[in-house]
Nanobody, 117 residues
C-alpha cells in the first residue's frame, strides 16, 4: 500500500497562490489520486482527482482556480492553488483510491493551508 506525505502548505493572503506537493512511496500511476480538505466543523471535501488515465476532475468551488498534476517519474502529486479565498482554509490531504469515486485506501498526514483576508 502506497504511503503518502504532503507538504507545501502555509499562510497566504487572499488572492495568493500555493502549490501543495505529495510524495508517494511508490508508483501511483494505477491509482486515482486525489486531494481532499477538511476544515473544522465542516465535512471532508474532495477538491481534485486525477484518474489513472490522466483525466482531472474538480469540485465546483475550486474549478478554474486549482489544478492537479502528477510527475510519475518522481512519484509526486501536485495541487496548484491560485486566487485563494479565505474559505479555502483547511487541512489538505492527498489520497489514493483504486478508482475515482471509490473509498480512499491511503492518505497522508495533511498540510495546513490558511488564507487570510
Amino acid at each position: 500500500q502506497v504511503q503518502l506525505a504532503e507538504s507545501g502548505g502555509g499562510s497566504v493572503q487572499a488572492g495568493g497562490s500555493l502549490r501543495l506537493t505529495c510524495q508517494a512511496s511508490g508508483n501511483t500511476a494505477s491509482y486515482c489520486m486525489n486531494w481532499f480538505r477538511q476544515a473544522p466543523g465542516k465535512e471532508r471535501e474532495t477538491v481534485a482527482s486525477l484518474s489513472s488515465t490522466g483525466a482531472p476532475a474538480y469540485a465546483d468551488p475550486v474549478k478554474g482556480r486549482f489544478s492537479i498534476s502528477t510527475d510519475n517519474a518522481k512519484n509526486m502529486l501536485y495541487l496548484q492553488m491560485n486566487s485563494l479565498k479565505p474559505e479555502d482554509t483547511a487541512m489538505y490531504y492527498c489520497a489514493a483510491a483504486q478508482r475515482c469515486g471509490w473509498s480512499f485506501i491511503s492518505w497522508g498526514q495533511g498540510t495546513q493551508v490558511t488564507v487570510t483576508s
